[in-house]
């Protein structure tokens, strides 16, 4: 079993519509949890991190259940230029500084 | 100018031959990280670094070894390249995260390796 798993879609929505990816940890340990956003062949960058209390970031909105080990983001008014990868990724049970991605979530938003 | 910068960005290879990937970064951090990307699997840790002349092993070091010679180079090499090591390389930098925080990783522009 992966350690991250996600969806790899394609999720292919219209523009303005919301949309939303999961994600589940096997590691209960797990402390830090984030989305990293990845274009295509170019390099992740961290979206948001990902707190118990539930964040929010403009249209974006990341919740954390860790009695579940389930994540979840969530894209409100979805605009062309939020097509991308999107890469859930916890740390480590036994450190803060390893990083275990999961292999990403598609997004496709069409015009 | 990038803050993390990857050479070179592309390279084609011979099965067998030596391959030196260069990382360098201008962010300061004392942490540097050496990844894999292989379509479906994520992204995978190789080496790691916490600072001059640390050097750990990652979740997949095998056929791999790295050079942490200044604080802003980070180099990786493939003594005997293998086709199963084609696949797309970042490099990544953080500085030390608090005690039970951890801090953002900035990946560079990424190396596609090809290996016949």
């Known amino acids: 079993r992966k350690e991250v798993e996600q969806d790899p879609g394609p999720f292919n929505v219209p523009e303005g519509a919301t949309v939303a990816f999961n994600c589940t940890y096997s590691?209960?340990?797990?402390?830090?949890f984030f989305w990293y956003r990845q274009d295509c062949r170019k390099e992740p960058k961290l979206l948001m991190s990902v707190y118990s209390s539930g964040n929010e970031d403009g249209r974006f909105t990341a919740q954390l259940n860790r009695a579940s080990q389930y994540i979840s983001l969530l894209i409100r008014d979805s605009k062309l230029s939020d097509s991308a990868t999107y890469l859930c990724?916890?740390?480590?049970?036994?450190?803060?500084?390893?990083?275990?991605f999961g292999s990403g979530t598609r997004l496709l938003v069409r015009p | 100018d990038a803050d993390v910068t990857q050479t070179p960005r592309n390279r084609i290879t011979k099965t067998g031959k030596r391959i030196m990937l260069e990382c360098s970064q201008t962010k300061g951090h004392d942490r540097m990280y050496w990844y894999r990307q292989d379509p479906g699997l994520g992204l995978r840790l190789i080496y790691y670094?916490?600072?001059?002349?640390?050097?750990n092993k990652g979740e997949i070091s095998d056929g791999y070894s790295v050079s942490r010679q200044a604080q802003a180079k980070f180099s990786l090499s493939l003594e005997s390249a293998i086709p199963n090591q084609t696949a797309l390389y970042f490099c990544?930098?953080?500085?030390?995260?608090?005690?039970?925080?951890?801090?953002?990783?900035?990946f560079g522009p990424g190396t596609r390796l090809t290996v016949l």
């Open positions: 990544a930098t953080s500085l030390e995260g608090n005690s039970g925080y951890t801090d953002t990783q900035y």
């Open positions: 990724v916890v740390t480590s049970g036994d450190s803060s500084y390893k990083l275990i």
């Open positions: 670094s916490f600072d001059v002349k640390d050097i």
């Open positions: 590691n209960s340990a797990s402390q830090s």
